[in-house]
């Protein structure tokens, strides 16, 4: 199978790729920096250049003949929330988005994708307390929920051509980036803790099962509309500071305090002051075995000899 990839050269990306290639798929990739792509992906990848997602489509040449498209690309989301970073992490995806599907709908019918499957994020459910949420519940209103809720609807808009499935995915858990990379050094040195108080859920998630998750939406026909990419076993930040102190031999019972994290990151606090409890229900109803079902293993997992 040829599978095109943008955001490839993220965290999720490259490991996408990677597992691709373990089963014997061919590799595209959409990139700004081509010649970056081809050094990062390794020589067996196809790069393709989409120097101005939020201005331009994709070259055709790079979605013909190509089976299955995981759209992974935008600004990342851990920023302090400027006016301008707003715009940047809103335009990123509605716009990059829009112009991937305009040129999946101007692909020739007979050489078109069958499948999208668009990132999304469990922002789409705003701050909530801690009732399970599965993919029926209703979306947020606040800024991160505005911008999820537009971008699955930009995604949705190719789902008269083909299918599309948006992946609602969570705090991924993974050295190399994302959430648990910026906590380490703080644990590391004994000064983690509880977040305002640490009675929030965490949507949490494996690498691996980002991947395995993924990887059956590209796969089976019955995965369509909105699938939630956490684990099974949601947490609450005290009980995720917790295991994360116990996996590295280090105390973790310094709290720290909501207005603290509010003066350091500004609006964007509210995504670590608050959480949802976000369970995947359509990912069960698929049949998808997690590899990393439970917190403590999973994070043993992932610092290895940490």
């Given at each position: 199978m040829r599978v095109l990839i943008t955001g490839a050269t993220g965290t999720i990306g490259l490991s996408l790729a990677d597992a691709l290639r373990a089963r014997g798929d061919q590799v595209v990739a959409l990139s700004r920096d081509p010649e970056r792509g081809r050094s990062v992906l390794g020589a067996g990848a196809e790069v393709y250049a989409w120097a101005r997602p939020t201005e331009e489509q994709p070259p055709l040449e790079a979605l013909a003949g190509v089976e299955a498209v995981v759209h992974l690309l935008g600004e990342p989301v851990s920023q302090r929330w400027s006016d301008d970073a707003k715009q940047r992490i809103r335009d990123s995806r509605l716009l990059g988005t829009r112009s991937l599907v305009a040129a999946l709908k101007a692909v020739p019918e007979g050489a078109r994708p069958r499948v999208l499957v668009s990132q999304s994020a469990t922002g789409y459910y705003g701050p909530r307390g801690d009732a399970p949420l599965d993919e029926l519940a209703s979306a947020g209103d606040d800024f991160l929920a505005e911008v999820v809720v537009a971008w699955e609807g930009e995604a949705q808009a190719a789902a008269s051509i083909m299918r599309v499935a948006c992946t609602r995915t969570g705090v991924v858990l993974s050295r190399s980036g994302g959430a648990l990379a910026k906590m380490l050094p703080f644990f590391k040195l004994g000064i983690g803790g509880p977040v305002a108080?640490?009675?929030?859920?965490?949507?949490?998630?494996?690498?691996?099962?980002?991947?395995?998750?993924?990887?059956?939406?590209?796969?089976?026909?019955?995965?369509?509309?909105?699938?939630?990419?956490?684990?099974?076993?949601?947490?609450?930040?005290?009980?995720?500071?917790?295991?994360?102190?116990?996996?590295?031999?280090?105390?973790?019972?310094?709290?720290v305090p909501g207005i603290a994290v509010k003066l350091l990151y500004g609006e964007m606090a509210e995504i670590v002051t608050s959480g949802q409890r976000v369970v995947p229900a359509r990912l069960r109803q698929l049949g998808y075995e997690f590899r990393h079902p439970e917190l403590e293993p999973a994070l043993r997992d992932v610092l290895g000899d940490s």
């Open positions: 108080g640490g009675r929030q859920y965490v949507p949490w998630i494996h690498l691996d099962d980002v991947i395995g998750a993924l990887l059956r939406c590209v796969d089976d026909a019955g995965a369509e509309g909105p699938v939630n990419v956490t684990a099974p076993n949601p947490v609450t930040n005290a009980e995720l500071s917790r295991a994360l102190g116990q996996a590295l031999g280090r105390p973790a019972v310094l709290p």
